[in-house]
């Protein structure tokens, strides 16, 4: 049973529009969240992320967004870029299972010029 | 340089075969983790290391063994592999439960 889901595995917009990621978990004890972007022949990197005492964190075009109450949480790029096109992960971790990370099974995102 | 590397970066093989993947770090990192990545899955925990003589079952570890040779080098082997273990492999390390970085990955078929 995945804790963590991205129930869309695909995303397209146009450039300059805004891209929304979302991503849902199941464990309540799941106390900090991360966004990482991959691009095709390379490992996954760290985007942004946000501990379960916020509900927003906002880095350059990116926020990301927790809904705690309803186990939620987004990710918005604006404006979009053709450079953000990649495999975008969710993942969650809590420091009672010694800050293991479950990820989610990703987005696609295409930023059409 | 890359801060984390793997080898190889491909590799097919044949079922029953023992293989081995290798991670090193430059980074100076504690722990050090092996993912799978198979498509709609994400990435799955196999094994990780705290430190040299702490290792760790993922969600995953069945099939697989893994052997910390060193702070820098953490290996990843399938003893016989099978046709269901054909996936991207990446290595990841982190100073503490710091954010992880994650090396290129490995292409690993089994035939």
């Known amino acids: 049973d995945q804790q963590v889901k991205q129930n869309s595995p695909s995303l397209s917009v146009q450039e300059g529009r805004i891209s929304i990621l979302n991503c849902d978990y199941t464990?309540?004890?799941?106390?900090?969240f991360l966004w990482y972007k991959k691009y095709p022949a390379e490992g996954p990197t760290f985007l942004i992320s946000?501990?379960?005492?916020?509900d927003k964190n906002e880095d350059g075009r990116f926020t990301v967004f927790l809904n705690k109450s309803a186990k939620h949480l987004s990710l918005h790029i604006v404006p979009s870029q053709p450079g953000d096109s990649a495999v975008y992960f969710c993942?969650?971790?809590?420091?009672?299972?010694?800050?293991?990370?479950?990820f989610g099974g990703g987005t696609r995102v295409l930023v059409k010029p | 340089d890359a801060d984390v590397t793997q080898t190889p970066r491909n590799r097919i093989t044949k079922t029953g075969k023992r293989i081995m993947l290798e991670c090193s770090q430059t980074?100076?990192?504690?722990?050090m983790y092996w993912y799978r990545q198979d498509p709609g899955l994400g990435l799955q925990l196999i094994y990780y290391?705290?430190?040299?003589?702490?290792?760790n079952k993922g969600e995953i570890s069945d099939g697989y063994s893994v052997s910390r040779q060193a702070q820098a080098k953490f290996s990843l082997s399938l003893e016989s592999a099978i046709p269901n273990q054909t996936a991207l492999y990446f290595c990841?390390?982190?100073?503490?439960?710091?954010?992880?970085?994650f090396g290129p990955g490995t292409r690993l078929t089994v035939l």
């Open positions: 946000i501990s379960s005492i916020k």
């Open positions: 290391s705290f430190d040299v003589k702490d290792i």
């Open positions: 990841a390390t982190s100073k503490g439960a710091g954010e992880q970085f």
């Open positions: 464990n309540s004890m799941f106390d900090y």
């Open positions: 980074k100076g990192h504690d722990r």
């Open positions: 993942a969650a971790r809590s420091r009672a299972a010694g800050n293991k990370l479950t």
